[in-house]
């Protein structure tokens, strides 16, 4: 099952990132209608963790950079619509 992960740090937001796509996140999916999908800034992909595993996760991460969590939700990915987005600059 594939889950999503949505955030709010308020520094160390290249830190963070490295470190969750060393846990296997991505920000960006391959898509039908588009080729690439691009998440917003602060949300990645996950092709096999729970919810619950996601948010642990990022909790321990944050924990790990000494950065405070500030916001954050977890879901399963299922039954989404996107707009593809943009590769950030």
């Not at 990645?44 to 963790?49: A, C, D, E, R, V």
């Not at 991460?61 to 299922?78: D, F, G, P, S």
């Amino acid at each position: 099952m594939a889950s999503i992960v949505t955030y709010d740090i308020p520094s160390k937001h290249v830190e963070f990132k490295k470190e969750m796509f060393a846990l296997g996140y991505k920000d960006q999916i391959s898509g039908k209608t588009c080729k690439i999908i691009y998440f917003p800034n602060t949300t990645l992909y996950h092709p096999t963790n729970t919810a619950y595993t996601a948010r642990v996760e990022v909790q321990k991460v944050c924990k790990k950079l000494n950065v405070e969590l500030e916001r954050c939700i977890a879901t399963i990915w299922e039954d989404w619509s996107a707009i593809c987005g943009e590769p950030f600059k």
